[in-house]
């Protein structure tokens, strides 16, 4: 071993010493070591950077904002509403959204992909004879499948393929990875939709502090606009209790206010006034065609491209406001900021906004320039609240997110365009249609996978060009002399699945990748089914809740226990071997 390999080694064992602690941050980790690798000179100064501008990280923060804009276009809303009224038991719940989770995640990427569909099964978990815990798990194990489907619906496929170029000259396409990725996300469907018996069913999952916070109840109106539909002549056909939205007041187009009454005709101009909080606002304006409030008078900015925030304030004792209405105040002709909706506690709202007297303690959903707001919040004394993003009837551009996914693809599938300039011309085109903001697209990336990806991947290609990795490959190999090539296959594939619960999936691929290669070098092997190997596997963790974001990001609202993921994952871990070994072997041969 030489000094170059043994400092290489040395990097690279201390920052898998680190991950497999829990004791710190991934991110934080794998920036130290590429100080140190830098300092040290195992990572050239030339190189230090390159993992950042990879194809790899252009590729999931492009998925990840595409994700994001799909979500909130509404589109998967708009599929899955019209079966919510057959999911009326769990056994039906579970198999639905297990599979529209694989399915989506075959699209885009696999957490984005859970992402989306999270809110609907919680909303179903909630309601009688069915639960939270037993849905979610199911759906990030099979966001995992079905992200082994495509090239982008997870990052052990993009990493696997990266190396892959740089090893072998030339990455795996986009659906090289579908043989292989459908049956296992198949035989996993059948798998879950009968082994969620195993999970706990009575746990009560915790509640992010923005969840809590986006509970609160606003008044807001909505005007009925030119072109109603003649389906949604009354009352009683907006349906607005299965949004969990209600009517407070119905204004005629004569200024009369009417009681809440299900036989109330719609006509053009009629004005509902509505309560609910902002999530069942949203899925309201999302699927009935109601003008809301940000759909009036636009608001004036300092300049044409400045952004336009929406923010909840609380009305101070000693504020202008006080005893005043938006209308009295002008509150938008005279301060440059529109009035969205109104939170009042212990008080039911039956005003229109313009109308509504404003109180100490209200929560007002205000909508001004970026630049304005500071100075309109300290002049009026209203205080701000924790941000997080507030929708209420914003608006949404229903199928443009999907078509421009699905050309994105298109080109791919045709060779047309690779997958790194498709999936990012994607994510820009997305943000200059409108389908998302600057803000929201900065929002929706994942900054430590970034970043953990981008510091570990020259650390990676410092241990393969001293040779480490050919040293560690041909002692592989030693040991594997003599053992048919299947089991050399299915042994890359446990020592992945093994490494990713500790080691966090992308860096088991970056470090097992290359030597994958070696092994299969020094067998006379094909390295293909090797690498398609080590990415199943680092792929697949089902064990853990801290190997895959996925498997994190349902924790906390499933209610679950470090331990509760070996019930589901053990035996889905052991289909995915026995299953995938031979289902790699027969479309990668391993020789010839």
């Known amino acids: 071993m030489t000094a170059a390999q043994a400092l290489s080694f040395a990097v690279i064992g201390g920052a898998v010493v680190a991950f497999a602690s829990g004791r710190f941050r991934y991110d934080v980790v794998a920036l130290v070591a590429l100080v ?36 909130r276009s509404g589109v998967v ?28 995640s075959m699209l885009t990427k696999n957490v984005g992909a859970l992402a989306i569909l999270m809110p609907t099964a919680i909303r179903l978990g909630r309601e009688r004879n069915s639960s939270v815990s037993a849905l979610l798990m199911p759906m990030a194990f099979m966001s995992l499948l079905g992200g082994l489907v495509t090239l982008a619906g997870t990052s052990t496929n993009i990493i ?29 469907l059948l798998v879950v939709s009968v082994a969620w018996r195993l999970l706990p069913r009575d746990r009560t999952g915790k509640e992010p502090l923005s969840e809590v916070a986006a509970q609160t109840s606003y008044a807001t109106e909505a005007t009925v606009p030119a072109g109603w539909p003649v389906a949604l002549a009354t009352v009683a056909a907006l349906g607005l209790a299965q949004d969990g939205v209600a009517l407070a007041a119905v ?65 101070q004792p000693e504020s202008l406001l ?54 309109i919040l300290r002049e009026l004394s209203l205080l701000p609240l924790a941000e997080r993003t507030v929708k209420l009837g914003s608006r949404r551009q229903r199928f443009g997110p999907a078509a421009i996914l699905a050309i994105a693809i298109i080109l791919i599938a045709l060779k047309i365009v690779p997958v790194a300039p498709a999936f990012f011309a994607a994510a820009v085109a997305m943000v200059v249609v409108g389908s998302l903001s600057m803000r929201e697209a900065y929002g929706a990336l994942e900054p430590e996978v970034l970043i953990l990806i981008g510091a570990l991947t020259p650390l990676s290609e410092a241990v393969w060009h001293t040779g480490g990795t050919d040293l560690i490959a041909h002692a592989l190999a030693a040991a594997l002399v003599g053992v048919t090539p299947m089991l050399v296959l299915g042994a890359l594939m446990l ?46 963790d089902f064990l853990t809740p801290i190997g895959h974001q996925c498997n994190t990001l349902v924790m906390g609202p ?35």
């Open 160 to 188: 696997v393929s990266q190396v892959r170029q740089e090893t072998l000259g030339k990455p795996f396409q986009f659906f090289d990875f579908a043989p292989v990725g459908l049956g296992l996300t198949a035989v996993g």
């Open 558 to 592: 499933g209610g679950y226990r470090f331990g509760d993921y070996w019930r589901l994952g053990l035996p889905l871990s052991l289909i995915v071997v026995v299953l995938g070994v031979p289902l790699i072997a027969w479309f990668w041969p391993l020789t010839g």
């Open 322 to 375: 006080i005893g005043q209405s938006a209308a009295r105040t002008a509150l938008q002709d005279r301060y440059g900021v529109k009035l969205l909706g109104v939170g009042r506690s212990g008080t039911r709202i039956v005003d229109r906004l313009r109308d509504i007297r404003f109180r100490a303690g209200d929560v007002l959903i205000l909508q001004a320039g970026e630049r304005a707001l500071p100075d």
């Open 251 to 315: 204004v005629g187009t004569d200024g009369v206010r009417h009681e809440p009454d299900d036989d109330l005709p719609l006509t053009t101009g009629t004005v509902l006034v509505l309560e609910a909080d902002d999530a069942a606002l949203d899925r309201l304006f999302a699927r009935v065609p109601l003008a809301g409030a940000r759909a009036a008078r636009p608001v004036e900015t300092e300049s044409t491209h400045e952004e336009l925030r929406s923010i909840e304030t609380v009305v």
């Open 36 to 71: 140190i690798g830098v300092l040290t000179r195992d990572v050239p100064y030339s190189q230090a950077f390159t993992g950042f501008t990879s194809d790899v990280v252009v590729i999931i923060a492009s998925a990840l904002v595409i994700g994001a804009a799909v979500a």
């Open 495 to 540: 020592a992945s699945m093994a490494c990713a619960p500790f080691l966090h999936n992308a860096p088991t691929v970056l470090v097992l990748g290359p030597i994958s290669v070696a092994v299969a070098r020094a067998l006379h092997l094909s390295p293909d089914p090797l690498l398609m190997a080590v990415a199943t596997g680092a792929g697949c």
């Open 77 to 104: 809303e708009l599929i899955v509403t019209p079966v919510l009224p057959w999911l009326t038991t769990i056994q039906r719940q579970v198999p639905a959204l297990a599979g529209a989770t694989a399915l989506l």
